[in-house]
């Protein structure tokens, strides 16, 4: 697998070189679909002209990422290509490797479990091969490299590949099951953004399942677990602020990269649902609205955890999905990451409900994007309400998605353990209601 590996990056590499060599990368560094506030470059290049002038970065309302990403292109800014490039290959690797070992693990149960005669006869053709998943770590690092979206984030130069790497090394990190690494990479994922935070579910629930730790709330080895889990990511997020603190000499990073991810008060069009919202909010019902929208990226965690306690891979894909369609500025690099994980589900297909209808969407809504945007902001022939409403649609294409995977994965899992065929009492076909 090293040999086909190697090509795809090397193929990756070169169309993003090829791109950045191109005339069409300014004009994609300037897409709102690709780069945000938070995340663009030109914003970056202002925080360094302020840095070298011995200026707070944080002192006007330009730049808004975090010290390290300032600090570190303040000694790569000249190889800044290089850089993301590197960003989107270790992103890739750390994901095939991820995937191949979870794979792995998956497909150990998976004998015991034929061994015991844990299945129903009639279900024995949802049992997943090894030549049909040994292709899925490859196919991942194609989806996530090769995909229209990642290639435009780092031609754009975004920093949203920086966090999909820091969050692909968390994912590799947790499923080879080192605890230490994933809290630090976990908190680092959360000082770029805070919207990880979420993750710490699935990356326990899969910790206690690879430790053999029962989640049962009586158990004093449940919350012994938690309780280190708690202190070496609390006290990594720790040392990673202090340090921001000791390279800047103030805390005023602080309101102006978290409470701008919070607050929203920069309302650019982007592919996400707060912008237009909020552009038309009275003022004195926007504090209210504000917690309403926020609260979606962390309420359904637990109820997700819950259901998906023994499955934590998956639970992890489910909130990647949902931190990109609710975070308060999101681009397409954050919606690449969680669709590179789509292989991993391929055995989900004969489920699926609505998945040619989705995805005719989701490309429609990507195309007409730039075109509803060239209507509204130079040909004058449209307004806001257009380019809102493309973006309304291309996420709930995304939820629709995203809910009908969780659909088919429940439906399999429930085939898997009360079999394919499902007969009434009084023998004739049931039809299966998930409720």
Known sequence: MAAPLTLLLILAVTIRAALYRSSLADLIAERVEVVSPLTAWKRVIEGL????????????????????????????????????????VITAVALYMAVKDYNKQVFRKQKYAL?????????????????????????????YLLNPFTILSCVAKSTCGLNNAVIAL?????????????AIFLSLATYQSIYPLTLCAPALLYLMQRQYIPVNFRRVSFWWFIAQYAFMYLGSLFVIVCLSFFLLGSWDYLPSVYGFILSVPDLTPNIGLFWYFFAEMFEHFRLFFLCVFQINVFFYTIPLSIKLKEHPVFLIFMQLAVISIFKSYPTVGDIALYLAFLPVWSHLHRFLRNIFLVSCVLLACSALFPVLWHLWIYSGSANSNFYYAITLLFNVAQILLVSDYFYAFLRREHHLTYGLYLKRKDGSEATLVLK
């Open 170 to 182: 968390f994912i590799l990190t947790t499923i080879k099951g080192n605890v230490l690494l994933s």
């Open 49 to 88: 002209a302020l840095l070298d002038l011995g200026v707070s970065p944080y002192s006007g309302d330009v730049f808004h990422e975090t010290p390290l990403i300032i600090y570190l292109f303040h000694f790569v800014v000249d190889y800044a290509e290089i850089t993301f490039m590197l960003a989107d």
């Open 115 to 143: 061994e015991a005669d844990r299945y129903p006869l009639d279900c024995l053709e949802l049992i997943r091969s090894p030549k049909e998943m040994y292709y899925i770590p490859l196919k991942v690092a194609m989806f």
